[in-house]
C-alpha cells in the first residue's frame, strides 16, 4: 500500500473511531478554518453498498469529463451507534488507470448518533477514452465489503481550447510529502538493499585496495631479494644451483603476487602457459620472462654452469622485469625500486 493510502486508513480509522465517542457536530473541533466544501451536482448518482448498520456511498462526477478536467470521486461511509468498526483501506494504486492527486477527508456526528465519514479524491486521466472506479474495499468488523464499480468516459480536450495557455507547474513537494511518498512496507527492503550495496561497494573499494597493496608488496619484496642475492655475488660451480633456483623463485613468486598467477608447484612450462592468461602482462614482458626462465632452467636441470658475469647478467634480466612491469603507482611515485645494477 503506498503512502497515501495508509494515511487514508489512518484518517478513517482514528477519523470513525475517534467520533464514536466524540461529541458535537460539523467538523473536527480544533476551530481551524476549512476549504470550503466540494459538493457534486445534484444530478450525480450515489452507488450505495449496505452491510448492517453500515451503508457506503460512492459518487463520481463531472458526468461527461473531458481530458485536463478533474474528476471528483467521493466515498462516504454512514454507521449506525452500536455498528462495528468500519475502516476503508485502499490505495492510489487501486484506482485503476486514473491517478490521485489530491485527497480531502472530513467527518461528522448527526444528531442521531451516526459517525459520517467523507474521503473526496481528485484523480486525473492519463488520456481520453474509457475508464472505470475499481470496487473500493471497505472492512466492516471482521467483515470486507466492496462498493459498485463505476465506469468513466473521458472526452477529448475541447478543440476550442487548443489555444489556451497551459497550467503552471505544480508546486514542490516537502520535506515531510517526499518522504511520504515511498511506501512504508517498501522502506525496510529498500533500506536492507542499500544497506548491501553500500556493503558490497565498500568490500569491492577494500578488495582493489588490497589487491593494490598486494601487487605493490610483491615489487618491493621482489626488488628487495634481488639486491640481496646481488649483494652475495655470483656463485661458483657447486652454489650454481641453488642460486638460479632462488633466483627464478623471486621471479615466479613477483609474478604471482603481481598478476595472481597462482603457480608455485607448476613446471616452467605450465608456469609459462599461465603467466601467458593473466591480465596486465603484455606480450613483449611474457617473452621477457620465458627468456629468464629457460636461462635458469639450463642450469638447474641442463649442468650448464655460467661464468660470474653470465650470472650477474641473468640476474639483470630478472630486475629488468621486475621493474618494468611495477605497478603504475609505485612508477607514479618515483619510488628507488627502478635502479638497475
Given at each position: 500500500m503506498s503512502a497515501r493510502g495508509r494515511l487514508i486508513v489512518a484518517?478513517?480509522?482514528?477519523?470513525?473511531?475517534?467520533?464514536?465517542?466524540?461529541?458535537?457536530?460539523?467538523?473536527?473541533?480544533?476551530?481551524?478554518?476549512?476549504?470550503?466544501?466540494?459538493?457534486?451536482?445534484?444530478?450525480?448518482?450515489?452507488?450505495v453498498t449496505e452491510h448492517g448498520q453500515v451503508r457506503a456511498s460512492v459518487r463520481v462526477w463531472p458526468g461527461e469529463p473531458r481530458l485536463g478536467d478533474p474528476i471528483y470521486l467521493r466515498l462516504t461511509l454512514e454507521r449506525s451507534p452500536g455498528a462495528p468498526e468500519v475502516t476503508a483501506p485502499f490505495s492510489d494504486e487501486a484506482l485503476g488507470r486514473l491517478r490521485v492527486v489530491g485527497w480531502t477527508p472530513s467527518r461528522q456526528r448527526r444528531d442521531d448518533g451516526t459517525?459520517?465519514?467523507?474521503?473526496?479524491?481528485?484523480?486525473e486521466a492519463p488520456g481520453s477514452g474509457k475508464f472505470r472506479v475499481?470496487?473500493?474495499?471497505?472492512?466492516?468488523?471482521?467483515?470486507?465489503?466492496?462498493?459498485?464499480?463505476?465506469?468513466?468516459?473521458?472526452?477529448?480536450?475541447?478543440?476550442?481550447?487548443?489555444?489556451?495557455?497551459?497550467?503552471?507547474?505544480?508546486?514542490?513537494?516537502?520535506?515531510?510529502?517526499?518522504?511520504r511518498a515511498v511506501p512504508l512496507h517498501l522502506i525496510v527492503p529498500l533500506a536492507v538493499a542499500g544497506a548491501l550495496a553500500l556493503g558490497g561497494l565498500g568490500l569491492m573499494t577494500w578488495r582493489r585496495r588490497r589487491a593494490r597493496q598486494v601487487r605493490v608488496s610483491a615489487f618491493d619484496e621482489a626488488m628487495r631479494r634481488l639486491a640481496a642475492l646481488a649483494a652475495r655475488g655470483a656463485p661458483d660451480a657447486g652454489a650454481a644451483d641453488a642460486w638460479f633456483v632462488e633466483l627464478s623463485g623471486i621471479v615466479r613468486a613477483y609474478v604471482e603476487g603481481r598478476f595472481g598467477v597462482r603457480a608455485p608447484e607448476l613446471t616452467t612450462e605450465e608456469f609459462l602457459q599461465e603467466a601467458r592468461r593473466a591480465a596486465g602482462l603484455a606480450t613483449a614482458h611474457r617473452d621477457h620472462l620465458t627468456g629468464f626462465l629457460a636461462r635458469c632452467d639450463r642450469v638447474k636441470f641442463a649442468g650448464y654452469r655460467p661464468d660470474a658475469g653470465e650470472s650477474l647478467e641473468t640476474l639483470a634480466v630478472a630486475r629488468t622485469f621486475v621493474t618494468d612491469t611495477r605497478p603504475q603507482a609505485e612508477v607514479a611515485g618515483g619510488g628507488n625500486g627502478g635502479r638497475r645494477p
Open positions: 484518517a478513517l480509522a482514528a477519523g470513525v473511531g475517534a467520533l464514536g465517542g466524540a461529541g458535537g457536530c460539523g467538523g473536527g473541533g480544533d476551530g481551524a478554518p476549512r476549504a470550503p466544501r466540494l459538493e457534486p451536482p445534484a444530478d450525480v448518482e450515489a452507488r459517525v459520517v465519514e467523507e474521503q473526496t479524491y481528485t484523480l475499481p470496487p473500493l474495499r471497505v472492512r466492516v468488523g471482521d467483515d470486507e465489503v466492496l462498493t459498485e464499480e463505476v465506469p468513466i468516459t473521458v472526452a477529448p480536450v475541447d478543440p476550442a481550447r487548443a489555444g489556451e495557455a497551459l497550467a503552471g507547474p505544480r508546486p514542490a513537494l516537502s520535506a515531510r510529502a517526499a518522504v
